[in-house]
């Protein structure tokens, strides 16, 4: 894994360097996640996008993360991800 990212982080930074290491502890510092590690049957969901926050918010987008996690399938139960919202939820 590490000989097939390198020569592509080379092309586009100065300076970089690839190690394929094992996973921490996520339930640990600094991580403090909810499950020691991302492992099973991942799935990767992109929900929303930034068009639907500028040039001003779409009020009319509201995607909730239940709804999200059991369209991944009936084992999803776990999130983790950037996030973004306009309002309170």
Known sequence: LA???????????AASSVTVAPCPDLTAPPFSLAI???????????VGGVPN????????????IRDVLAAAGPDSRFAIGAGAADFEW
């Open 53 to 64: 926050l500028i040039p001003t918010p779409n009020r009319a987008k509201l995607y909730g």
């Open 3 to 13: 000989a097939a990212l390198a020569p592509a982080l080379r092309l586009h930074f």
């Open 36 to 46: 020691p590690g991302l492992c099973g049957a991942p799935a990767l969901a992109d």
